[in-house]
C-alpha cells in the first residue's frame, strides 16, 4: 500500500492509498498507466502494466506486470480500502506503438493489446473510464493528483495537459 505522498510508479507495481496521494509514472511507452479513484471513498489506486494478458502465468513478482493481473489486484486492493466499484472512475495513458516499421515478429502492436486489455479488464469490471491519453508513437509521462482528481499527460515536446478530473466527472 502506498502512502499519501506516493511518488514513482515503476513497471509492474501498483499502489493503493486514502485521500491526497500523487503518483507519477515518468516514462509511458507501450505500457499503460491506469488510475482509478473512488471520489466518495477518497480512495484511489494506480497500476503500471507492462503485458496485456498473463495467459494463467502467476509465477511473478510483480503484481501489475500483466493488465489483466493488475486490474483485479488494484480492485481487490480499492475495496479492501473501502472503495465500491460502483462509484469508481477510471482513466488510463500509454499503449504506444514505439516500434516503428515491419515488425514480423510482431504481429500486433503490444501498446494496442494493452489499450484493449485495459478497456476490457475495467468493462468487466464495472469501473467506468472517463479519459485516456493513447497511441502514436511516443513516450509520456502521466501525473495522478488524487486530491485534485486530475490526470496530467505529458507526450514528447508537446505541453502538459489535462486529461480527466475524476473528481469533477463524479459530479
Not at 486514502?18 to 494506480?46: K, T
Not at 476490457?120 to 488524487?146: A, K, N, P, Q, W
Not at 515536446?157 to 463524479?170: D, G, K, T
Request: overall charge neutral; aromatic content about 4%; hydrophobic content about 40%.
Amino acid at each position: 500500500m502506498s502512502t499519501n505522498n506516493a511518488g514513482t510508479v515503476g513497471l509492474g507495481n501498483l499502489g493503493v492509498a486514502q485521500q491526497g496521494a500523487v503518483w507519477e509514472f515518468p516514462s509511458v511507452g507501450s505500457c499503460v498507466a491506469v488510475c482509478v479513484l473512488d471520489p466518495e471513498a477518497r480512495v484511489a489506486g494506480v497500476a503500471h502494466a507492462m503485458l496485456p494478458n498473463s495467459r494463467g502465468n502467476t509465477a511473478t513478482e510483480l503484481p501489475a506486470k500483466y493488465v489483466d493481473q493488475a486490474i483485479a489486484a488494484l480492485l481487490d486492493r480499492l475495496i479492501a480500502n473501502g472503495a465500491d466499484p460502483s462509484r469508481m472512475l477510471a482513466a488510463y495513458c500509454g499503449c504506444a506503438d514505439l516500434l516503428t516499421g515491419p515488425q514480423p515478429y510482431l504481429p500486433l502492436s503490444i501498446g494496442s493489446c494493452n489499450g484493449s486489455a485495459v478497456r476490457t479488464g475495467l468493462e468487466h469490471s464495472g469501473i467506468r473510464c472517463m479519459g485516456s491519453h493513447v497511441g502514436g508513437h511516443h513516450r509520456r509521462s502521466v501525473r495522478f493528483d488524487s486530491h485534485t482528481g486530475e490526470v496530467r499527460v505529458k507526450a514528447g515536446l508537446r505541453p502538459e495537459v489535462v486529461i480527466c478530473n475524476l473528481l469533477e466527472e463524479a459530479a
